[in-house]
């Protein structure tokens, strides 16, 4: 990373913004805090000072109950239990969890929704994936707003640490079309197991005090009034901000 860095002005725009496309070309194989790595790298580099997340709510222009009524597309995660799927003797697999991501845009904040598109379908046991189908290409415009958002449902409000993952996993692929992710929007019911889950994946909670646009950012809000809350991505396992 530093030596393709090296060869590029810094403070030319145009230049970061190819670094780092190209970064996330070669880290579409890497793990997935290594992919994290690059939506930091990203937050800093390929979003205007204008498009970062908000160190407050009450520095935005988004509504808290109007997060969707605001955004430019939605990506939303429903999870299902798939009983009978890889259901053998002494299957290391079941039950296996499904969650299916689908994609929603509109061609601005005063216009209807488009049609629910499959984006893509995870697969799940004990809250590690183990499977993933890619049915097309994200469609999100660059510097739109959006939202990612978990569907209530019986599966869901026990299968909050599936649900974390896929949602954290599209982070990438949002950040790399230089799209905004806004908000990550829970069921009431999972709120008490957030924390914990996001922490396994090395988000966890601050105190936004100085408004840092160096670091990537996770603003988690519940569906119904009632939780709201910060989250920074530590490559250090334990570091919290505050």
Known sequence: MQSALAGKQLNNPSAITNVVKLLFCEAKALSYAARLLFCAAAAVFILPSSAQPPPSSDTTHFNNEKYEESADWRLTLQAREIKDYLNFKRSPLTPVVCVTVKSQVRDN??????????????????????????????????????????????????????????????????????????????????????????????????????????????????????????????????????
């Open 109 to 242: 904040n005063d216009q209807p929704w488009k049609e629910k598109r499959t984006y893509e379908t995870f697969w799940y046991h004990n809250g590690s994936p183990f499977g993933l189908r890619r049915f097309e290409k994200l469609s999100l415009k660059e510097d739109t707003h959006g939202v990612i958002k978990i569907e209530p449902g019986p599966v869901a409000q026990h299968q909050t640490k599936a649900l974390i993952n896929a949602a954290l996993r599209l982070l990438p692929d949002i950040y790399h079309l230089q799209a905004i992710p806004v908000v990550l929007m829970l069921p009431h019911e999972m709120c008490h197991s957030v924390e914990s889950d996001l922490s396994v994946m090395r988000f966890y909670k601050a105190k936004i005090t100085t408004g840092d646009a160096s670091a990537l950012i996770l603003h988690v809000v519940s569906t119904q009034p009632g939780y709201d809350r910060y989250f920074y991505y530590s490559v250090r396992s334990g570091e919290i901000l505050e």
